[in-house]
């Protein structure tokens, strides 16, 4: 019988594939940043990859559903059931990490070019990090206790 391991890890692969969009996409206005910053002979901010690894914490939240999926010991029956709330769970946490990588990387052009305004960048990355939090945490609280 199918364990139902590959419906579970559903979350957790498309979470990472919206950290890896995600970083990916902030992480080449990082350099972008740095690169104009080298060419007029300015310091390059290195807290620009505080905003190219906001995107990766969703993967650990995918990873985390994913563990609760697979301790709630659902039956078998239930495979098609754990296999889209992976899916749709997944997709929400991976398109909170691929919109918070290019909100990230309009963040490190910003403050790349005025040196100013990081607490509020970060505050913006907050906000859509807590979608992927609640998704979380209201797909957990409704997995059926057995």
């Known amino acids: ?27 080449m206005a990082a350099v972008g940043a740095w690169k104009r910053a080298f060419a007029q002979n300015k310091a390059a901010p290195f807290i620009l990859i505080a905003f190219v690894g906001a995107p990766l ?9 994913r563990n609760a999926i697979q301790s709630a010991n659902l039956p078998p029956e239930t495979y098609l ?5 992976g899916l749709f769970a997944g997709v929400a946490i991976g398109m909170s990490a691929y919109m918070q990588g290019k909100a990230g990387a309009k963040a490190a052009d910003a403050l790349a070019e ?3 305004g990081f607490g509020n960048y970060i505050m913006v990355l907050g906000v859509i990090e807590t979608v992927a939090l609640f998704v979380m945490v209201f797909t957990m609280t409704a997995l059926p206790k057995l």
């Open 1 to 27: 019988m199918i364990s139902g391991l590959g419906d579970m890890s559903i979350s957790l692969a498309l979470s990472a594939i919206g950290s890896a969009l995600g970083t990916g996409v902030a992480g």
């Open 81 to 85: 059931y754990q296999l889209l709330i």
């Open 114 to 116: 005025t040196g100013k």
């Open 57 to 65: 914490s969703q993967t650990i939240y995918g990873m985390i559903l």
